[in-house]
């Protein structure tokens, strides 16, 4: 007889992170299924200032690390996998991975979202070679260079600032007249000496052979092309949910976001979903680790229900 979980979770970022905790304290048999870093797209945060309490110097890192051993300590258990599919055709959930497959009575989905491209000219062709997702990974190549820097929300904010401690000039490349990043953040970029913000204007291409040597601009309200002459090329521009693999198996909007209610219920019963994956207003630690917990209590409660333990 296979291992039956309680609840199997889809994802080690914080939202899964949060829901193998409160999983285990309520002494259920909790896995967490992850195909790459626990933390998910905390792993690319160089800096966390509003997760309550996390000031001061706290990464993503280190905070997703921090979230995993405490989940563990109560019992969490983990596998790496990639998982392709769920059978809700019995009471018991199969959680299908390309090996493996993991039975369970219910299931959180909490698969996250990746970066969004912005679709330039030579975005994907020039990607590891000066054009990058993920500052904490890549500013180091960057030290004391020149860098573009692509979108106005708060990861765009966020990640020049942090840039600004490695390269030479940021130059921010907005499509609007206004970010919508957090009002903070707008400040502290405005004030920052190092950072230029070409306002109206859309990456139109990248220049080079090898590496970028520059990125051609398009300013929207002149028409004009100009070149900025970088070695570098950081693209934030919102994200994609990652729940291409349940396409046709759970109620999704046109993005791909899951639908829930405010107990994390999707259309299937027993199977839930928390975090980025979901159709919300705001996605951010703290919330994905609040949904985590709506959903492990919400499959605790449907548990007692439909099994009787
Ligand atoms: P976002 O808030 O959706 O912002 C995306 C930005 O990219 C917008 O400024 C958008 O312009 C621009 N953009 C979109 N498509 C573009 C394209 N094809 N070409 C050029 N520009 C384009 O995305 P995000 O900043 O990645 O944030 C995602 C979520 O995570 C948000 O809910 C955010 O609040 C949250 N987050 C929070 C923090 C934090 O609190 N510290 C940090 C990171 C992320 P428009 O403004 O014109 O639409």
Not at 231 to 258: A, C, H, R, T, W
């Amino acid at each position: 007889m296979p291992e039956i979980y309680d609840v199997v979770i889809i994802g080690g970022g914080p939202a899964g992170l949060s829901a193998g905790l409160y999983g285990s304290r309520a002494r259920l048999d909790t896995l967490i299924i992850e195909k790459s870093k626990y933390g998910g797209q905390t792993t690319t945060t160089s800096e966390l200032e509003n997760y309550p309490g996390s000031i001061p110097n706290c990464t993503g890192p280190s905070l997703s690390q921090r979230m995993k051993e405490q989940a563990a300590s109560f019992g969490t258990k983990f596998v790496k996998d990639e998982v392709a599919s769920i059978d809700a055709s019995s009471d018991i959930r199969i959680v299908k991975c390309k090996d493996e497959q993991y039975h369970a009575r219910t299931v959180i989905i909490a698969s996250g979202a990746e970066p969004a491209m912005a679709g330039f000219k030579g975005e994907s062709e020039f990607r590891g070679r000066g054009v990058s997702y993920c500052a904490t990974c890549d500013a180091d190549f960057f030290t004391d260079l020149d860098v573009a820097l692509i979108g106005g929300g708060d990861s765009a904010l966020t990640e020049a600032l942090y840039l600004t401690k490695f390269v030479n000039k940021l130059t921010i490349v907005h499509r609007r007249d206004a970010f919508r990043g957090t009002k903070s953040l707008q400040e502290r970029v405005f004030d920052n000496p190092k950072i230029d913000i070409a306002w109206n204007s859309i990456p139109v291409g990248i220049v080079g052979d090898e590496i970028v040597e520059g990125l051609k601009i398009k300013n929207k309200l002149t028409g004009e092309v100009t070149t900025l002459n970088v070695n570098g090329v950081f693209v934030f521009v919102g994200l994609n949910p990652l729940s291409d693999f349940l396409k046709g198996f759970v109620d999704m909007d046109e993005k791909g976001y899951i639908l829930t209610d405010d107990e994390m219920k999707t259309n299937i019963p027993g199977v839930f979903a928390a975090g980025d994956v979901r159709q919300k207003t705001l996605r951010q630690v703290v919330t994905a680790a609040s949904d985590g917990a709506v959903a492990a209590t919400s499959a605790e409660r449907y548990i007692a229900s439909k099994f009787g333990e």
